[in-house]
């Protein structure tokens, strides 16, 4: 299997519900260095996975979609518990969806899968993975 990873980041403020979260269900902020690794098995026609600089680009603006905002006001996000994990997923998602439309080039129509991984600091991530 064959990877490429581009990295980016977010600073985003949420809060939480539920006692599992302590201290966190009040707002704040945070910021993750978010990792999205794109994946096939076979290289395409021109010996890539995917077009690095397309797949940053896209990418960058979806984390600037998500950057700056408190998720708790964001209609998308409302009554949701935004942890690591869940934004990892909706990053993914929407990456997935811009392979499907022709966001990452003809030659992104080879990816097997994504893997977005949100890093929270040197001790703590989370990651999604799915198929496409």
């Known amino acids: 299997m064959f990877s490429v990873t581009v990295r980016d980041h977010i600073m985003i403020a949420h809060s939480f519900s539920g006692e599992v979260f302590g201290p966190a269900q009040k707002l704040h902020g945070a910021t993750f260095v978010v990792d999205a690794t794109f994946k096939r098995p076979e290289l395409d026609a021109d010996n890539i ?24 006001e964001e209609p998308d996000f409302r009554g949701v ?28 129509s080879g990816l097997t899968g994504i893997a977005v991984t949100l890093h929270e600091s040197h001790i703590a991530w989370a990651s999604y993975e799915r198929d496409l």
């Open 49 to 72: 996975v995917v077009d690095i600089g397309l797949a940053s680009q896209e990418l960058h603006a979806i984390c600037g979609a998500l950057s700056y905002r408190n998720l708790d």
């Open 81 to 108: 518990n935004t942890s690591t994990e869940f934004l990892a997923k909706v990053i993914a998602d929407r990456l997935a969806d811009k392979a499907a439309g022709g966001g990452l080039g003809a030659g992104a």
